[in-house]
């Protein structure tokens, strides 16, 4: 399935909608919305700055996936089977959502996925079809898949609801009480990025959105520098996050609110998970670290700011579990 539509234009009207951002609010059940978010003292002083952590893994699929799978669902109109590629976060959201309005999923994954991760998908009643081979085998096979069975074929990173539920998070991080510097998040296919910046910007237009990737995994780093869509065979432990070729929808939605491109190190993200897990009682899997990583790793760029940072996913698999425990 070809992916890659160089040129990207940074001067393109923006896609996504504040209104329809603050709209998806309504569509969000209780269990996914207003989620915790407080100054994390400890790691503040630890690492010289005011820390807010945003934790979006404390629900039922223990990630920040279903404000954007509902608030999809919620506009879809005569569709009876959906079809989605998932590396298992994803695929929970979508199956939870699914499950609520009674439509099937087909959830399709790499065979090396984290194999806990893809048991939940399979536990909310959706069908896992595994495909050897990288991301790009697995798109054609699911693409494929739904045009036999004329289903509708759901892309994270290209559908604009899914980025406008997770700007959600956006809406409620301007409820803190103060200015907040900077938010740091974890980027995948951009779609979490793109929904919290287009709201905050248009919200509190000094604040910067900073994208973060793991090293192993700088394919929408250097495609966002760039400005056109780059491949990279991705290699971390940051599976949630570890995207080979991002949307150039994606890519340009990001040229028009992100402010800066973070990398961090394999251990780095560990260090951060181990943090989070000692400090806060959060248990955190790599990709959802990630943007404790970067602060961890870049305090010289934070130092004295308040600065929140989203904790995206908390699905750790159980040798990452062990990892942290060690």
């Keep these: 399935m070809e992916r890659i539509e160089p040129g990207l234009a940074s001067n393109t009207r923006p896609r996504l909608s504040v209104g329809r951002i603050e709209g998806a609010m309504a569509h969000i059940s209780a269990e ?3 989620t915790p978010q407080f100054l994390a003292e400890n790691i503040s002083e630890k690492l010289g700055c005011r820390i807010i952590v945003k934790v979006e893994t404390a629900n039922p699929i223990r990630s920040f996936k279903a404000r954007g799978a509902q608030t999809l669902v919620s506009r879809l109109d005569q569709v009876s089977h959906l079809v ?7 695929g929970q959201g979508m199956a939870y959502a699914a499950r609520s309005r009674g439509l099937r999923l087909t959830a399709f994954a790499k065979s090396d996925a984290n194999r806990s991760k893809i048991s939940r998908i399979s536990a909310l009643g959706a069908d896992v079809s595994l495909v050897e081979g990288d991301l ?9 898949f739904a045009d036999r069975c004329g289903a509708l074929f759901v892309e994270d990173g290209r559908e604009l609801a899914i980025a406008e539920g997770a700007g959600t998070i956006g809406v409620e991080l301007m409820r803190w009480q103060e200015p907040i510097d900077a938010i740091v998040v974890p980027v995948g296919d951009g779609a979490l990025l793109s929904g919290i910046g287009t709201y905050v910007k248009h ?4 604040t910067r959105l900073i994208g973060v990737c793991a ?3 700088p394919a929408m780093e250097r495609s966002w520098r760039t400005g056109r869509v780059q491949t990279h065979v991705p290699d971390t432990i940051a599976d949630g996050i570890a995207i080979q070729t991002p949307f150039a929808e994606s890519v340009t939605e990001l040229l028009h609110v992100a402010d800066d491109f973070l990398l961090v190190e394999e251990a780095t993200i560990g260090t951060a998970m181990r943090l989070a897990f000692l400090e806060l009682g959060v248990l955190l899997e790599p ?5 404790l990583a970067a602060i961890i790793a870049h305090q010289a760029v934070f130092r004295g700011k308040t600065v929140a940072v989203i904790l995206s996913g908390g699905n750790p698999s159980e040798e990452q579990l062990r990892q942290i425990v060690a």
């Design 32 to 34: 996914f919305r207003d």
């Design 84 to 90: 989605c590629v998932t590396a298992g976060n994803f």
């Design 136 to 144: 790009d085998k697995v798109y054609v096979a699911a693409k494929a």
């Design 203 to 206: 919200t509190s237009a000094n």
């Design 215 to 217: 090293r192993g995994a």
């Design 287 to 291: 990709a959802g670290a990630v943007g």
